[in-house]
Nanobody, 122 residues
Framework: VQLQASGGGLAQPGGSLTLSCATS????????IGWFRQAPGKEREGVSC????????YIADSVKSRFTISRDKNKDTAYLHVNSPKPEDTAVYYC????????????????WGQGTLVTVSS
């Protein structure tokens, strides 16, 4: 099982970026994909999730107007689209997988990627 998060780096405030989570080794269509982030000195925070059926999505209140989530079942890849990033979005972003429905809680996810660092600064 592999989840490979990518797309991080230095982002300009007010710009945009897309994080990708490429997966393999499990039936992507049966799993919800979640995105979490952890800023220095802070706990891991659930940011977004898309269910296995795409019918349900979760976006944390802190990012609701700026982040969206999608997935491409032909590529076994999920995406987190970040619009107008802010310095407080600086964190390591992780993708994770769990069977079926979304959860905002990290402890309910079975598989994790290694994380990609996003730094928002002018």
């Amino acid at each position: 099982v592999q989840l490979q998060a990518s797309g991080g780096g230095l982002a300009q405030p007010g710009g945009s970026l897309t994080l990708s989570c490429a997966t393999s080794g499990f039936p992507f269509n049966l799993y919800a994909i979640g995105w979490f982030r952890q800023a220095p000195g802070k706990e891991r925070e659930g940011v977004s999730c898309i269910s296995n059926s795409d019918a349900d999505t979760y976006i944390a209140d802190s990012v609701k107007s700026r982040f969206t989530i999608s997935r491409d079942k032909n590529k076994d890849t999920a995406y987190l689209h970040v619009n107008s990033p802010k310095p407080e979005d600086t964190a390591v972003y992780y993708c994770a997988a769990r069977v079926g429905h979304c959860s905002a809680w990290a402890r309910f996810y079975n598989y994790w990627g290694q994380g990609t660092l996003v730094t928002v600064s002018s």
